[in-house]
């Protein structure tokens, strides 16, 4: 699914006048990539010639759909990463039980997903270290559950296992033990000239 943008208060021409006013070198950024897309960039090129991925670019235009040019700001000045609110570690909790949608073609969550999710939505940057640590508290386990896929045929699986033999390991031939006196190499008898 493509995120449009749908906020018009600029045009194009306006948010690279922006960008090349802004103090600040990713805001710039992030406007420049917002100004191509809207020009009819594909959101992968728009992405790649400032510096950041198809991803990110997506959760930049969301974040401009909903706040404007003020929502492309990041929102810390530094220092310890803000925490999330008991509503947003209550939301965080839902989407693990949950697991991803899967339209976004993930499988299972790992936390770069859950990075990106939570910056998307809450507009709240965290490192991986902090959101495993967040999920901790949750009292969610970092052993998970192996991923299905979402189209797997599950009575195939198990007709699959039925019918299919075991597999069990070959049988080890036993080894011969070696006596002392056979192991080694021949020796070679001396020849007369050296005897001589």
Not at 10 to 19: C, I, K, M, S
Not at 119 to 126: H, K, P, T, Y
Request: net charge positive; glycine share 6%; charged share 25%.
């Amino acid at each position: 699914m493509t995120t449009r943008i749908t906020r018009h208060d600029y045009d194009a021409a306006d948010l690279r006048e922006q960008a090349r006013r802004s103090n600040h070198v990713k805001v710039a950024c992030r406007l420049l990539a917002i100004a191509l897309a809207m020009e009819g960039q594909s959101r992968t090129n728009a992405a790649r010639a400032c510096g950041m991925d198809r991803q990110t670019l997506r959760d930049w235009i969301i974040r401009y759909n909903e706040h404007g040019i003020a929502g492309l700001s990041d929102q810390h000045a530094g220092g310890a990463s803000p925490k999330l609110t008991e509503a947003e570690m209550a939301q965080l909790a839902a989407w693990v039980r949950q697991g991803p949608d899967p339209e976004d073609g993930l499988v299972r969550w790992r936390l770069a997903d859950l990075r990106q999710q939570i910056m998307a939505r809450f507009f709240v940057s965290l490192d991986e270290r902090s959101i495993s640590r967040i999920l901790k508290s949750l009292s969610f386990s970092h052993l998970s559950v192996r991923p299905q896929h979402p189209e797997a045929n599950t009575e195939a699986q198990e007709a699959h296992k039925k019918t299919s033999p075991t597999w069990s390991p070959p049988p080890s031939r036993p080894r011969h033990a070696t006596s002392r006196s056979s192991s080694g190499g021949r020796t070679k008898p001396g020849s007369a000239s050296k005897a001589a």
